[in-house]
Each structure stands twice: as C-alpha cells, then as structure tokens.
C-alpha cells in the first residue's frame, strides 16, 4: 500500500504563490509507483488534471490551464512531490489531490491513478 498526504494550502489573493506538497509513505511505494500527478476539483465540478511527473522526474505533463504558471517537480530522496503555483487565479479554487500510479506513465484521468491522497484546500481570491 502507498499512503499519500498532502500539505501546504491555503488562501492567497490572485497573483500570488502557493506550494503544494505530497509526502508519500508504504512500502511499495519506492518500487512501484510509476507516476505521481496532481488533481483538483472545483467546487461543484468534477475532479480535473493538473500536473503529472514520472519517477526520474525527467519528464512531466500539464493541463493547459496551468502550463507557464505551474511547475511539478519531486525529491525522491524524500518521496515528496511538489505543485510550485505561481500567478494563482481565482478559478484555481479547488481541493488539491496528489495521486500515485502503478502502472500508467503521465496519466491524464483519475482512472489512470491507484493511490490518493485526503486532498487540500486552496482558495484564491480575486
């Protein structure tokens, strides 16, 4: 099993900086998990992509809503992954997840993720 925990939300006016981070944990996680990625879901709407990165964090994906603001990144020294979110706009609101993938690469849906985490509020205001 692979426990996920995230961290680091919170409110921020428009234009501002946030960075998420996901602490993952369990004994299969080091050999197993292919892809972490990151999702949010807006009040009222259904859970959307973020960001994706694969284990060597060479190569990583994003919704073209977020490209050029957010940056995923990971220490796998320290099973953390990281959202940096810059330039935060109020339709960013949401409840952040970090997800971890068995068997996907860059998965883009919730489907393509095995592991989750308990989510984290982030709230920009205009």
């Known amino acids: 099993q692979v426990q996920l925990v995230e961290s680091g939300g919170g409110l921020v006016q428009a234009g501002g900086s946030l960075r998420l981070s996901c602490a993952a944990s369990g004994r299969t996680f080091s050999s197993y998990v292919f892809s972490m990625g990151w999702f949010r879901q807006p009040p009222g709407k259904e859970r959307e992509f973020v960001a994706a990165?694969?284990?060597?964090?060479?190569?990583?994906d994003y919704a073209d809503s977020v490209k050029g603001r957010f940056t995923i990144s990971r220490d796998n020294a320290k099973n953390t992954v990281f959202l940096q979110m810059d330039s935060l706009r109020p339709e960013d609101t949401a409840v952040y997840y970090c997800?971890?993938?068995?068997?996907?690469?860059?998965?883009?849906?919730?489907?393509?993720?095995?592991?989750w985490g308990q989510g984290t509020q982030v709230t920009v205001s205009s």
């Open positions: 990165i694969v284990r060597s964090g060479g190569f990583t």
């Open positions: 997800a971890a993938a068995q068997s996907v690469i860059l998965g883009t849906t919730p489907r393509d993720y095995d592991y």
